[in-house]
């Protein structure tokens, strides 16, 4: 089936010789692998490696929290399904958020709202809980989109693959990590440990911000 896909990604140079110009605050693919070790752009993806950990708690514990605060499973469910119809929606619109932000752009917006949203779901109140779970479009779902774009923009199709799985073991890594920390942070202070989610989201905010102060921009 993937073979049958189109070819989204244009050549380097078109056949016509017009040169194919970035967006707003993106350099063009470079086929050169140096960029691949360079630290702003190792910085944007263990920042963005950082966010998606931050989802671990929720992932493990939420229902579970839920729960102690009494509510109901089958409610739970349903606030869990809040979050995956957001996610669908924001992807479903990303192209549209795509031409007004840049992909770092889109991580800045996707931490800051992970920080809004972890001490939210310490709330019992349904209104919150709905709040917190719609951000889940902003904290899963920009946050991978807006990465994979960001790949595809600053390397070229050559070195994507390797790219990709840099990211892959980032975020698996870090996640797992997170996972198993989220165990020993629930049996200790229980809902709280959705504060250390926060941590990790505001991590991941300074490691993409940092990366603008990077020579990144500088390689083309």
Partial sequence: ASHALPRLRAPRHPAHGTPITAGAGDALPTDRPAVLRHTGFLAVLAGS?????????????????????????????????????????????????????????????????????WPLMLASAWPVLLIAQALHAATFGLTFLATVNFIAKRVDEAHAARAQSVLAILSTGS????????????????????????????????????SYRSDLDDIA
């Fill in 175 to 210: 996640l797992a990590v997170a996972t198993v920390a989220s165990g020993r942070l629930y049996e200790r202070i229980g809902g709280q440990g959705y504060l250390a989610m926060m941590v990790l989201s505001l991590a991941g905010l300074v490691l993409v911000a940092w």
């Fill in 49 to 117: 490696a950082l966010i998606n950990a931050s989802h671990a708690f929720y992932y493990t514990f939420g229902l579970l929290h839920w729960k102690s605060l009494g509510i109901a499973t089958t409610t739970g469910s349903l606030l869990w399904a809040v979050a995956i119809v957001a996610e669908v929606g924001l992807m479903w619109r990303f192209a549209g958020v795509a031409k007004r932000l840049s992909p770092r752009h889109c991580l800045l917006l996707a931490a800051s709202l992970g920080v809004l949203r």
